[in-house]
């Protein structure tokens, strides 16, 4: 049983009678009128064992948006309800209202709106709903914990979208939607056109020339139908925080701006997410559903602290595909020590695959050791005078960095691209590798 503020008041009224005549049979007596009263109000409230809860709510909504769900109660009994009702939602649902009244008369259902906000990513549960039925007097209630059992799984921002117009404008280009027209290694026959003053004369077609009487060239387009295999590391590297987020949240918005770019170019797009062993997998996703199966996946996603298996990535992109592809590798080069295992695999997978690294920089470590302002090759605040218990914290600083420019170098005498940049930097800059090594036929 459960008892309203109006109860509470109704009881302090006993006070009155006490302070004024000195006597505290009057307030017993106005007191055991008002539990009474209650005990009435609970009897005649509706019964909760004959009230239904049906939901009607999205399996997914992004992180960051608003997503909209119905939620039903059904009053099978012969008394009408009058319930506050507190659907209980992990608070990083985001769900308003938190608590709703609702009358339901008898043998009847009503409906009421809930919104999700949702502001971490993952899998959220409901265990059930919280209902309290009260009686005519508003007194006291029955109370009871009905079992609706739901799940929302709230997929990444994909804050990083923004950046994917102007790719995929880059992209139209070099697919010969506009007017340009590349030639590379490993391209595509596209058409035949006629000779302007400065083509290549290497793409000049000989046979079609000599039937046109002539000069006619070939166009060329980047190959479609390639692999493009995206391998999230969830482990330690993904647990180091930059700013408020962990950096797994800049590997997540990586892993979905290539995926969705490489889609958009007829490519067949890959995801495995890895620390110790896999713990996620999209296989083959196209235009259609790549966000949606990339978010899926990577909403689950959480960083650890075991070291990530390096030495497993050969055998799964074998396991993918054996031509010759694109292989994102969204961590962190900090140091040798921590990236050992991943150096020692990056000279047998470049000789098959065209592979890019990702380095995500700390502004706040590069503010410290003086390089602020201007990333990586130094800044305004290089050259600031600096106390004595700075000179420490800066030297720090500088060591990790000197460190991490270390590891990438080794990284590309290995032959891979290493892309290194702020948190927000990082994904377009993986896109225009991409573009890249679409434009010279690396694929």
Partial sequence: MAISGRFVALLAVAIVPT??????????????????????????????????VERRMPRLARRDTVADATLVLANDGRRPLRAEVRDMWEPSAGHAPRRIWMTVPAEERRTARIRFAPFRRGRRR?????????????????????????????????????????????????????????????TEFDSLRDYVR??????????ATARR????????RPERDRRVIVV????????????????????????????ALAAAAGDRVDLVVLDDRPRGRVHGATRVDVVQRFGETLALAEPGLAATDWSAVPALVDGVTTQRSLVVLATSLDSVGASADLLTVLPALARRHAVVVTAVDDPAVAAMAGRGGAGRGGGPGANLPVGGRDVYRRAAAERSLLDADGVADVARRAGTEVVHGAPEQVPPLVADAYLRAKAAGRL
Avoid at 169 to 175: G, T
Avoid at 235 to 255: H, M, N, Q, Y
């Fill in 19 to 52: 302070v004024l005549f000195g006597s505290g049979w009057g307030g017993v007596a106005w007191a055991g009128v008002v539990v009474l009263a209650a005990v009435l109000d609970v009897v005649l409230a509706a019964d909760l064992c004959a009230v239904r």
């Fill in 126 to 186: 409901s265990a059930g709903v919280a209902l309290r039925a009260f009686g005519p007097l508003g007194l006291a209630a029955r109370q009871r914990v009905v079992p609706a059992p739901a799940e929302l799984v709230v997929t990444p921002p994909f804050r990083s979208r923004r950046h994917l117009p102007s790719r995929l404008a880059r992209l139209r280009e070099l697919d010969g939607e506009t007017t340009l027209q590349l030639r590379g290694h490993g």
């Fill in 198 to 207: 400065g083509d290549d004369v290497r793409s000049i077609d000989w046979r």
């Fill in 213 to 220: 009487q002539d000069l006619v060239v070939r166009t060329w």
């Fill in 232 to 259: 999230v590391d969830a482990g330690r590297a993904g647990a180091g925080r930059v700013g408020d987020e962990p950096r797994l949240d800049t590997f997540i918005e990586t892993a979905l701006l290539v995926g």
